[in-house]
């Protein structure tokens, strides 16, 4: 929010990326703490002050926000197609785009976590925890330590809460 009343304040001398920076930080605090639609509302508005910027800031937090609802309301495949676009919009080229290739990544193995595909979340996750240690991404690092922990919990309950389960693994 301040960073919005900041570029809003200072428009004259704030770059068109340091306003879309705001105006995506603006659309995921609303996301979280207002609920879809109100993020969607702001969005809209970014997408409209921000129409001539391409592949900009906006149209990521766009897809993730998208994903993020897909995901809330159970939409497996269209979440599924909206982490593609977002891994569409990373350059091909090793080394570059990081941040997004593994935000997409990231997704990637929630939305299997969510389809209950344990063993491709975990293939997923793992994959991405050897890139994020090769480029040296300790923050990233962490947070896909934590998602695997999160599929390994998801499921180890999953797997013996169901009484079938261990009967057929007799």
């Given at each position: 929010?301040?960073?919005?009343?900041?570029?809003?304040?200072?428009?004259?001398?704030?770059?068109?990326?340091?306003?879309?920076?705001?105006?995506?930080?603006?659309?995921?605090?609303?996301?979280?703490?207002?609920?879809?639609?109100?993020?969607?509302?702001?969005?809209?508005?970014?997408?409209e002050k921000f129409m001539c910027v391409s592949k900009s800031r906006i149209l990521i937090v766009k897809l993730q926000l998208l994903h993020e609802?897909?995901?809330?309301?159970?939409?497996?495949k269209l979440a599924q197609q909206f982490c593609d676009e977002l891994e569409v919009l990373a350059s091909s080229v090793t080394g570059v785009d990081m941040e997004l290739k593994t935000e997409a990544s990231v997704r990637n193995a929630r939305t299997l976590l969510a389809a209950k595909q344990y063993t491709q979340a975990a293939a997923v996750a793992h994959s991405l925890f050897c890139t994020c240690y090769k480029f040296n991404m300790q923050v990233k690092n962490a947070t896909v330590l934590l998602l695997l922990?999160?599929?390994?919990k998801v499921f180890t309950i999953g797997r013996y809460c169901n009484p079938l389960s261990?009967?057929?693994?007799?």
């Open positions: 929010m301040n960073a919005l009343v900041y570029s809003t304040c200072f428009a004259d001398s704030s770059s068109l990326s340091d306003a879309a920076l705001a105006y995506s930080k603006l659309i995921q605090h609303l996301a979280v703490y207002k609920g879809y639609k109100d993020a969607f509302a702001a969005l809209k508005i970014a997408e609802w897909a995901l809330h309301r159970g939409h497996l922990a999160e599929i390994h261990t009967f057929f693994s007799l």
